[in-house]
């Protein structure tokens, strides 16, 4: 088992594994706690419309994919801030707007359109150097803005304590949206745009049946996303099945064993 | 003596629904201030622009003589009704008070912060809640632990909305015993939304009688006049005695 890690491209999925796992389930526990799950799986679908883009301007589509679904995500914000329209809404129009565009321009490249199929499932045994560098980018981004986590939870907490301590809290949510929308995108190619909404959300899920403190939520949530990819890619490799879905399934599995073994809240 | 809050013609309005209506107001420092109401009668939005999280659509707020955005936040207690509390938020009581020392969310308590938030803890008798989770706190136990939020950074003044709420008899009492003291050991003014007009008549130095526009405001012997009372609520009565006659005749 262990010689399969000597594999270039194994080395390279267990990296870009690690990295994305690390970076979702970090940004999870924001996602959770703040009932932003929708946002995930909008923002994983608005990523669908930035590889197509990608694909139709011969461009690498997790770098065409980075910024467009930003974009998005900031628009989302934006919406969600200047009007009385609930966030939810706000995503369902601009994750079909995405959608909506991604098909147009994949039926006017069709011979892109199993590269297109990569991302719709995640195939992390797959990863480029290129997209390797776009999750690197990503996990180097997410790492300096650890020194937000204090204000993004406090304001998780109680956005006018936090308002009245004089935190710039409007603009602290479009960063934390805009990092979602980036975290989204490099993990694509791992678990694909079906299932990226699960990534971010179940380690974190998971972390909040055991954790008394929201650091202790932020940190178990990352060992258990750590946990689900490196079982995920084993279990993959050893039975043959397609990584992104194994690694759900792991997470999965972890979670419902929370359930049983965590202590009554 | 320094005015505390200085409201000139502020006016507040979403859309066109008026919360405030040319509200001019100059409250020293040092009082004890009782803001009563009926419901919609602007007197969040009225603690919201102290706190400098909403603007008033015309007019100007100054809280120790400055604007209310430029006011250090240290200056500044609040303890927001405890039902707006997400329950599902992981945290520990002892984490809430440090929150107000550092104006962070505390991954990890200094030393330093964790003596003072027990400290502030033991001034309102909830040293024992230190360690309890937030979602298990009673409400009463959970507006002691905002108070000790609220003391922990020394406030020169304390903006309370509804304390008393989830709280009984002994506790209410407690409450004003502690708000009392810290008041007079560190010379502070108090701004308390309360719907009890017998607490407000016997612990504050103010009252300030609200309904979108300032009705009355003065010692409470002036300001819960039967004048000021009908007009801001249509009635004299106190709201605990009208549910009992209703419960009452509905017996």
Known sequence: MLEAFTLPFMQRALLAGLLVGATASYFGVFVVQRRMSFLGSGLAHAALGGVALGLFLEAEPLFVALPFTVLIALLIAWVRERTELGGDTAVGIFFSLSVALGVVLLALKSEYAADAMAFLFGSILAVTPADLWAVALVALLSFLTLGVWGRWAYATFDRDLARADRLPVLLDDYLLTAMVAAVVVSAVKVVGILLVAAFLVIPAASARLFARTFAQMTIFSILFGLLGVVLGLVFSYLYDVPSGATVILVESAIFLLSLLVAPKT | ?251
């Open chain 2, 1 to 251: 003596m320094e005015a505390a809050v200085e409201f000139e013609h502020v006016h507040v309005r979403y859309g066109s629904y008026a919360a405030l209506l040319d509200v001019s107001l100059r409250i020293p420092e040092g009082a004890f201030v009782a803001i009563i109401g009926p419901n919609g009668a602007g007197k969040s939005t009225l603690l919201k622009l102290i706190l400098g999280l909403l603007r008033p659509s015309e007019g100007e707020v100054r809280v120790f003589g400055r604007p209310a955005l430029k006011v250090p936040a240290e200056w500044l207690g609040y303890v927001p009704q405890f039902k707006t509390l997400d329950r599902s938020f992981p945290a520990l009581s002892i984490e809430l008070v440090a929150s107000g020392l550092r104006r962070r969310w505390p991954f990890r308590l200094t030393a330093r912060e964790r003596e003072a938030a027990r400290s502030a803890l033991r001034r309102v008798r909830g040293e024992d809640l230190a360690h309890r989770r937030l979602s298990r706190l009673s409400g009463g136990e959970l507006q002691r632990v905002y108070l000790a939020r609220a003391f922990v950074r020394g406030p020169r003044m304390l903006l309370l909305d509804e304390p008393a709420t989830g709280m009984d008899v002994l506790g209410e009492a407690d409450m004003y015993r502690m708000l009392e003291q810290y008041q007079r050991d560190h010379g502070a003014t108090v701004l308390m939304i309360t719907h009890d007009w017998e607490a407000a008549r016997h612990h504050a130095t103010h009252v300030l009688v609200l309904n979108r526009r300032v009705i009355g405001f003065g010692p409470p012997e002036r300001a819960l006049s039967d004048e000021c009372l009908r007009r801001a609520f249509g009635h004299v009565g106190h709201p605990h005695e009208l549910s009992f006659s209703v419960e009452r005749r509905d017996a």
